[in-house]
Structure formats: structure tokens, C-alpha cells
DNA sequence: TTGAAAGCGCTAACAA
DNA sequence: TTGTTAGCGCTTTCAA
């Protein structure tokens, strides 16, 4: 016959139950070695291949982690989940990756479609959610971890930052460097929520210090912004604000595209232009000059996550209240912005 | 009671049979249209949510589709996973991502647990393969694709480009250019195996111009290579070969690096020396001066190998032979590579 | 259009 | 240390 060996196959041909070829391929199980070893090697001379999906069923354990980011194409989040994957697989997890394109429709949809695979926990990217989602969410029974956000009204578990106040920090440190016509480009608030937090944020920090930020935002379109967008943004900003003296943009790369507009158009940064970014990108600490950002350490938030998740799935019991992991970002200055 | 509800507890409430709660999740069953809505309403309200795990055991589709990639930090594999993944979703197909760290042996393993749960079809990046990776794929029965190169022996179907041509193509382009004293920057060739097919390529095309190639090889190290590891090694190629005019770097972030670092020493490109990269990034398009690099459009791996996929699990019948579409990289001339 | 019975491939629970 | 029995939550198959 030509379909694949299951462990019934595996059991007759060495002469055991399949329980007891079950337990050979469990690491702590009682089975003699001898058993056990050979076993294994009928299994693999056979080409018998474990079937998690049945083992998973009866055992109601699917070993999954499901995860909703906005976009693959975004090196701080897939730093997130390749940190996130690295340590889950060290407790034998597999992640389910899902993108939801920056649409918390398309968000709902897919959580759906992932809570239908029997995920042991679910990570979801930011704070907003339709309010489907966040009852699925609730009713769903596993742990719920928001990450790359602090809400102010969280599901479960949340491990991230204020986006906001990462803004702050970078208008403090520009006001500190003497600027104080400062804009800032970002992408359609509509969509990137995370980006309207960071605008939300720049807004607050300039009336902190008595400045309008309000008035200098140019939109670059949808998310996640590209470097040619940034560059358009800053044409478009020299045209409408021509007096601005810095620019900050949503993320790293619509900084760089900025920057080399701005040597296009032969301005000397930091002197004619300061230009700051986000994400802690090596582009970022590479390019010439160094552009300002600030790093919110994508790489501490996934290990930060599969550490709570480990966390939450080994202790057997129900869980009182829901823990909250603040991430700290860094500002790390760069030639850009230092006049 | 608390655990969450199945399908039994739905055709209860509902007042039929399992089957029919079943019948009324499909779209193309014989229910009527009001049990079908009657059934989805009480479901709905009763939070129970569709369990695949089971669906998936009993009908023998997992709906899964496997997919290995060295490092999702590297833009082109996330591009092409991007894509395949959004066609795939539109056939209601779901990837199951794994990453092998440029190990052929963690490939290995990976592919091992990947096949566990029970995909459809597997897609893995490039030729080579540990012994026990090339049989075991064999043995799953399933389709398998390989991408990202043209191996000469491939495994079954195939969906690539020769990395070492594109470089044939880099050398002929400095040359007509009248470069002659090309250098080569890349990883460590045991691990990045598409790494190592480009520095061949460049080898021979540099000997087909009577040049040689060989001599002028730096080592990044341990793929990917970042920006900075590209400016490292553009440091030590002009301590080792001060007389360099051109450098061809494995990739466009390594290029970039190497570019930082030439203007960091005040070397006019690309008068003093010319920089070529690999990938098509959009960083290549908007550095100043821009970069001259090869596209091998990342994005139409992706789209071809969803489309092959399809078009593999669709057609009842057993395919005679392997299916093999050659993808064409674009060369995309900079000011970087122009004197 | 609906339902009853059987079973997908594995493991929990218990027995020997 | 090994085996037996039952069943995880669905869908296939057949019957009404």
C-alpha cells in the first residue's frame, strides 16, 4: 500500500502496542531503552513520520503560538518575531504567523481564522482592535499578549512601550539642540495606529516646550512608509514649510529617504536640516551622517514575550490579573541632528 | 461548565444533528439556507469557534503549507514570503514558517518538525540539502519545491535563478564599464550556499574577461551580512588591495556599508571605486549616489510558487515529472557603478 | 435536506 | 515496563 505508516504500522512491525511506540518517541516516558531504541530505528527505516495533528487532538495541546503582526516587510517587527521564535522553539513552540496589513478588519479576520488551529496562547501586535476581535480574544481561554503598545484598555498581558512618549523624548532632544521649526512625516494615522501615537506624541512634546507642532505633518501615504515616500515627504515639506528647520519621521527608513533628498537638493544636514527617525535601524547608525532615532528594541520585546509565555503556560494555575511588561526605548543620537 | 464549546454542544442548542452544524460551516454543502443561518447565529452566540485541529485529522488536509527560509532578517526571503503567503491565504492555504539560520543541518530538524503537522506542500530554500533532508522529503509525499536557486539535482519542482549568472552579469557590466580590478565581498561560503554560488559566478565571469577573481575575495563572516560588516570589509580590501576599483558586495546592505565607508575616507564614488550589490532593495534606488545591483525579484518567487502550489494540489491526478519556472534578476544600473 | 455510525491517528487513564 | 480501552472533535460514508 502506498499511503504513509502511522504508529499502528510502526507497533506490528516491531512487535509491540502502539502505546509503547507512542512512548518511545516521548522523551521521560517509561519504556526500556532497548525497546525504545528499537523502535525508533523501525520507525525511521519504515519512514514513519509522527503526526502532530492526531497527537495534538486527544492530548488538546497544539503547541502553537499564534501571532498577528501588520507587516512581514518591517525590520523592527520581524527582529519581534524572529526573537519571539527563536526562544519559543527552545520550549518546543511553533509560532503561526499571520499579517494584517495594517487593517484591524483584516486583523479580525485572521484571528478567527488562527483561534480555529487551538493556538496555547495568542500575541497580537498594538493596541486597537475591533470589538469583535476583543471578545474573541477574551472568550478564547488562552493567554492574550498586546505587545509593541501599552493600551490604556488591555485585553490580557501586554509587553511594549509608550509609542507616545518615545515622540517626546525626540522633540526634548531636538529643542535641546536649538531647533524649534519642527515637522514631522508620517503615514496615514488612519491606519498605523502605532504612527498616530508617535504623532499624538510629537504633538504633546512640542506644547510641552510652547512650540505647534500641529500645524508641520505631512502625510506619506500607507504604511508601513517606504524611503521614497520619506523622500517625497520632504519635497513636499520644503514646499509647504520652507522655514522648517528638523524633521522627524514615523520610522527609519522615510528618515533616510529624507536625508537623501535633502543631499539631492544639496542642504547640509545637520545645518540646514536636522532629520530624525525611528526603529533603531542599522541603516540609521550606518548612513553618513548617522541619523537620530530611537531603538525600541524589537528584539527585547519578542524575548520579553516568549519569556511571559513560557511563564504563563508552565505554571498550572489560573492566573490573578494580568502582567504588564514595560519595554524602555532608547534615543541614540546621531550626526543628524547635532548642530 | 468552562471548556469551550464543540460542535456537539452547538447541535444541541441548535436542535440537529452534528452533521448538519458541520454542513452549515461549509460553503458549498446541502443545508438549507435558514437551518444555515440559524445554526451560525446560535454558534456565534454560544463563542464557539471552529476547531481545525480535528477537521483537519479526520479529512486528512491540513491546509498548511510548510515554508523554510534561512533568516527572516534578510528583506528579499521576507518579500517572497510575503507574497507567497498573501496568494496562498486567497486559496485559503496557511504558512507554517520555519527558519534554518543558513544551517543545513537545522534545515534538517526544522523540516522534520515541519512535516509533523502534516502539510500539504513544502517549499524550501535552495539546493543543498543534508542527505536525510533530501529523503525525507521524497518519502513525504507531498509536493516539494525548492526556490531561491536551480539546483542541478533538484529534489522535485522548482521555482529559482542561477545566483552565480546574476554575478556573470554583474562582471560583464563593470567591465564594459572599463573596470578591471574587481573585488568580491561575502559571507562565509560554508553557510550561505546562495552566497557561494555568487561569488563562483563572479569567478568565472571575471576569468571569461581573461581577469582574475579569485585573488580579490573578503569574508564578511557569518550570513547575513549586515551594512557594518560590509563597511569592515571594504576597510580591509583597501588595506589588502589598495589598487581596488570596483567591489562587488553579496548584497545590497553589505553594498551600502561599503559605500559609507568609502565616503568616510573621502573616496569620490565611482570614480575612486565602484560599488555593486545584490537584492533590487529599495535602499539601492535611494542611497546618493544610487547603487547598481541586481533584482531577482523576490516578490515573483513568491507569486510563482503560490501559483505552482495551486495549480500541484488542484489537479487530481499525479504529475508526471517536475514542474521547474526560472525566474529572470534584473540588473539595475546606478551612478554607483558610471564613471 | 438531514441524520447515524464509524473512524482519522494519536494519548489519557487505568490495568496488568 | 507494557498493554487495553476509550475518546479527542470533527468528516466520510451511507441511509432515509
Same mark, same amino acid.
Given at each position: 500500500?502506498?499511503?504513509?505508516?502511522?504508529?499502528?504500522?510502526?507497533?506490528?512491525?516491531?512487535? $509491540?502496542?502502539?502505546?509503547? $511506540? /507512542? &512512548?518511545?518517541?516521548?522523551? *521521560? =516516558?517509561?519504556?526500556?531503552?532497548?525497546? =525504545?531504541? @528499537?523502535? &525508533?530505528?523501525?520507525?525511521? @527505516?519504515?519512514?514513519? $513520520?509522527?503526526?502532530?495533528?492526531?497527537?495534538?487532538?486527544? /492530548?488538546?495541546?497544539?503547541?502553537?503560538?499564534?501571532?498577528?503582526?501588520?507587516?512581514?516587510?518591517?525590520?523592527?517587527?520581524? *527582529?519581534? $518575531?524572529?526573537?519571539?521564535?527563536?526562544?519559543?522553539?527552545? /520550549?518546543?513552540?511553533?509560532?503561526?504567523?499571520?499579517?494584517?496589513?495594517?487593517?484591524?478588519? @483584516?486583523?479580525?479576520?485572521?484571528?478567527?481564522?488562527?483561534?480555529?488551529?487551538?493556538?496555547?496562547?495568542?500575541?497580537?501586535?498594538?493596541? &486597537?482592535?475591533?470589538?469583535?476581535? =476583543?471578545?474573541?480574544? @477574551?472568550?478564547a481561554g488562552i493567554p492574550v499578549v498586546e505587545m509593541w503598545d501599552l493600551p490604556t484598555d488591555p485585553i490580557d498581558h501586554v509587553v511594549g512601550f509608550s509609542n507616545a512618549s518615545t515622540m517626546e523624548m525626540m522633540v526634548d532632544h531636538l529643542v535641546e539642540q536649538g531647533y524649534q521649526r519642527i515637522a514631522f512625516v508620517g503615514g496615514d494615522t488612519v491606519w498605523d495606529t502605532r504612527g498616530a501615537d508617535r504623532r499624538r506624541g510629537f504633538v504633546t512634546g512640542m506644547a510641552r516646550h510652547g512650540l505647534s507642532g500641529q500645524a508641520r505633518f505631512i502625510a506619506g501615504g500607507k504604511p508601513p512608509i517606504s524611503m521614497r515616500q520619506g523622500a517625497d515627504a520632504m519635497t513636499e515639506l520644503l514646499e509647504q514649510y520652507p522655514d522648517t528647520e528638523a524633521v522627524i519621521c514615523v520610522s527609519d527608513p522615510a528618515a533616510f529617504g529624507a536625508t537623501t533628498e535633502c543631499m539631492r537638493r544639496g542642504l547640509v544636514i545637520p545645518q540646514d536640516m536636522a532629520v530624525a527617525g525611528f526603529g533603531g535601524y542599522e541603516l540609521s547608525s550606518i548612513s553618513h551622517p548617522t541619523i537620530t532615532t530611537v531603538d525600541p528594541r524589537p528584539m527585547d520585546i519578542g524575548s520579553q514575550t516568549a519569556k511571559l509565555i513560557s511563564f504563563l503556560l508552565n505554571s498550572a494555575e489560573r492566573h490573578e490579573g494580568s502582567k504588564r511588561v514595560e519595554i524602555s526605548p532608547v534615543l541614540r543620537p546621531g550626526a543628524s541632528t547635532m548642530r
Open positions: 500500500m502506498d499511503r504513509p505508516p502511522t504508529m499502528k504500522d510502526v507497533a506490528r512491525a516491531a512487535g $509491540v502496542s502502539v502505546m509503547t $511506540v /507512542s &512512548r518511545a518517541f516521548k522523551s *521521560d =516516558r517509561s519504556v526500556s531503552q532497548q525497546t =525504545r531504541e @528499537k523502535v &525508533r530505528e523501525i520507525a525511521e @527505516k519504515m519512514g514513519y $513520520v509522527f503526526d502532530s495533528t492526531a497527537a495534538n487532538l486527544r /492530548s488538546q495541546k497544539s503547541g502553537f503560538i499564534a501571532v498577528t503582526i501588520p507587516t512581514i516587510d518591517n525590520g523592527n517587527f520581524s *527582529d519581534t $518575531v524572529g526573537s519571539l521564535s527563536a526562544h519559543l522553539n527552545a /520550549s518546543g513552540l511553533q509560532i503561526l504567523l499571520g499579517y494584517s496589513d495594517y487593517s484591524i478588519e @483584516k486583523e479580525e479576520e485572521l484571528i478567527e481564522q488562527l483561534l480555529r488551529r487551538r493556538p496555547e496562547a495568542i500575541v497580537v501586535t498594538g493596541g &486597537r482592535h475591533t470589538e469583535r476581535t =476583543r471578545r474573541l480574544l @477574551k472568550q
